[in-house]
């Protein structure tokens, strides 16, 4: 992505079909109706005009006075604050009460040809009874339960029956190890977890009950473990905590009322990576969350009352979260759940599965379009693909040869590619093109969204830089509903982490560039996070989980330009002297430090590369000089430019030895 040159990249017209009034998107046809709506959505009326969208857009049990109070550097934002609502309300009853048979989720499992439409009927039966098997536990608002699903349609109602009782929920990626899932459990301090027996993925089974039953001998506080039947294979099983899903639910009755909850009570915590090695339990709330899903969904995704909404993320990251659970239910429309990979039992399953379902709107990460691109148009010339409308990417930032391969491959230059840039934290869509109003530049996240306003900030300084042709850390200058509220129980380490960097701004981690049309163009994270196929790492909690390993004395972790993946993880180790180490099976070694990480964070963390090195390059004060590792790395050994504060010089070439002999 470096090397793009922004200013000669050429504006794509919107598709052919959006142009002249045939489908005019929500916000208007063209970039004057676009920069109109963020004009008002961010001038002196902004809070009538977001207090106009709130009313459309959610049903509130009690309204709201006040639409927005507090700052950035306070730590005390809150929207709609007298209002109360009801997120699982928003998703599920008042579209079941219209239509109990319209579908609201499209299960597809990892076999193909075997997929489920659950109508928004029979969802509100099994969210009401869950809901109750919950409170039966004694869980209610502000308790925590934590999920560790699999990609299923029950995982999706694990979410809203928490959401319906005012129970937060932490969903922890089903990729997650044990210990990983132990730390979060402990940190949210949950007393009842749902899982499953097994999952399925690309005909694989994966021991979820087993890898819980694991980690759950660290958690001393869960009482309760609700264990959804999906395989059906036998599982371990702990009497007394452990329960069916089934046995439970049919105790209880199917209804079950939503509660009164105020606008600003917790709707989930998401743990998420950061520079230090400690997870983030990044909190969102009710009101402002739900509005920020629901209305990037109807104007980001033009989604219409029939639309069948395909995202492909895991439910266990904010992707799932946004725009697989709370977004497409809160517009009513029907969201599939994609149990499977893009290559089982071919490559061309997305493409089958967007054709079984006809599909409407597809949203992915650029890395798994990066490997379909590799594997051939073959797979994708048979499909018809003509039901999609909007192609979506999220993640990473998309390189253009993978946004053009979407275009002609996949849109057939009929449908919508559409960037769009978000974190956790931001809760929902920050910056995207608008389809049919704005066009687009492959590989740009192009603009704002509405009420969101953006500085691009001199990194040493912190000043803003002005005008087109400018690269500088990005930053949001106002607060928006769907801003994240917290870290879970460590409110300082939230201010610590975006508040304080630059007062009076929410800190994005990311640099980004703006062009000469005013284009914002992510060029990736400025700390040190790493972005591995759209999934985020710290390097701290990689080179903690090394440390961990009895032989290790150090370790440093960074993350290299790769094709295929965006990022991989690389990790240069030494070894403690009295290490009983034999130098003839390096190989046998370094596969226990890849199975160490994938023990302590989960199998999506694996390094690619791990470097035994004697020695690593440090300054004078010992801090770790990550930036040669990465220089060597890229083929730029020979500009390392200025190596004197270096402690030991030596060492650089034990460096370049190491990653040539392994390249
Ligand atoms: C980080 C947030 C947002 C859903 C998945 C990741 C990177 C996200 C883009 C994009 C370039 C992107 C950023 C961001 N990122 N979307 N369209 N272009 N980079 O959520 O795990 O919170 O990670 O993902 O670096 O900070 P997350």
């Not at 209610?140 to 009782?165: E, H, S």
Request: proline letters at 6%; aromatic letters at 10%.
């Amino acid at each position: 992505m470096s090397n793009v040159d922004y200013d000669a990249v050429a504006l794509h017209p919107v598709p052919p079909r959006m142009i002249n009034g045939t489908e005019v998107p929500f916000i208007g046809p063209n970039l004057e109706a676009y920069q109109k709506a963020h004009a008002e959505s961010v001038g002196e009326n902004a809070d009538k005009w977001w207090a106009k969208m709130a009313r459309e857009t959610l049903h509130w049990d009690r309204p709201f006075q006040t639409v927005r109070t507090g700052s950035f550097e306070n730590g005390d934002i809150a929207w709609f604050p007298e209002g109360y609502v009801n997120a699982c309300y928003n998703c599920v009853d008042r579209w079941a009460f219209q239509d109990p048979n319209k579908t609201a989720i499209i299960y597809e499992a990892d076999e193909p040809g075997q997929h489920k439409n659950i109508s928004y009927g029979e969802l509100l039966r099994e969210v009401s009874r869950l809901a109750n098997v919950l409170k039966s536990h004694g869980i209610g608002k502000g308790d925590t339960v934590t999920v560790y699903m699999p990609m299923t349609w029950q995982a999706v109602a694990a979410f809203l029956a928490c959401a319906r009782i005012g129970a937060l929920h932490s969903v922890v990626f089903a990729g997650f190890s044990s210990e990983s899932l132990a730390d979060r459990i402990n940190d949210c301090k949950s007393r009842v977890v749902l899982t499953a027996d097994e999952g399925r993925r690309g005909g694989k089974i994966i021991n979820i009950k087993a890898l819980a039953d694991k980690a759950l001998e660290k958690c001393p506080n869960v009482e309760a473990v609700i264990v959804l039947q999906h395989t059906g294979n036998p599982v371990g099983w702990v009497e007394g905590r452990d329960k069916w899903w089934h046995e439970e639910s049919a105790k209880v009755p199917n209804y079950c009322p939503p509660a009164l909850l105020n606008s600003e009570d917790g709707l989930f915590i998401l743990y998420t990576s950061g520079s230090t090695g400690k997870p983030k339990g990044i909190m969102h709330t009710i009101g402002g969350y739900l509005l920020g899903a629901a209305m990037t969904i109807k104007y980001v995704f033009e989604v219409h009352p029939d639309d069948k909404f395909g995202c492909m993320a895991d439910l266990g990251w904010i992707t799932g979260h946004t725009y697989l659970v709370y977004g497409p239910l809160a517009n009513g429309v029907a969201t599939l759940v994609f149990e499977s990979t893009p290559v089982y039992p071919t490559p061309a399953r997305f493409w089958e599965t967007i054709d079984t379902h006809k599909l409407t709107h597809f949203y992915t990460a650029p890395t798994a379009v990066r490997l379909l691109r590799r594997l051939g148009e073959q797979h994708v010339a048979k499909a018809d693909l003509s039901s999609l409308r909007i192609i979506a990417s999220v993640g990473e930032p998309i390189n253009p040869e993978a946004w053009h391969w979407l275009n002609d491959h996949v849109g057939r230059k009929q449908a919508a590619i559409v960037d769009t840039f978000f974190q956790t934290e931001t809760g929902s869509i920050v910056l995207s093109p608008i389809p049919g109003a704005i066009e687009t530049k492959p590989g740009s996240a192009t603009v704002p969204f509405l009420g969101m306003t953006y500085a691009l900030l001199d990194p040493t300084t912190g000043k803003e830089l002005e005008g087109p042709g400018v690269e500088g850390v990005l930053v949001f200058k106002n607060t928006w509903p769907s801003i994240a509220r917290s870290v879970w129980k460590d409110h300082n380490r939230w201010l610590d982490v975006y508040m304080r960097p630059y007062p009076g701004y929410f800190f994005t981690g990311d640099g980004a560039v703006r062009d000469k049309d005013g284009y914002i163009w992510i060029k990736g994270r400025v700390d040190d996070v790493i972005n591995v196929s759209g999934h985020r790492l710290s390097t701290a909690e990689i080179e903690s989980a090394l440390i961990l390993y009895p032989g290790v004395a150090e370790a440093a972790v960074i993350g290299a330009n790769d094709e295929l993946t965006g990022q991989a993880v690389h990790a240069f180790v030494t070894l403690k002297a009295e290490f009983n180490y034999d130098p003839t099976n390096e190989s046998g070694l370094i596969k226990e430090l890849v199975l160490q990480v994938r023990k302590v964070i989960g199998p999506f963390a694996t390094p690619k590369k791990i470097y035994i090195v004697s020695d690593l390059p440090k300054t004078r004060s010992g801090k770790i000089m990550r930036r040669i590792m990465r220089k060597v790395i890229a083929g730029e050994g020979d500009q390392l430019g200025d190596l004197s504060t270096l402690a030991e010089p030596g060492v650089v070439s034990v460096i370049k030895d190491k990653v040539a002999a392994m390249s």
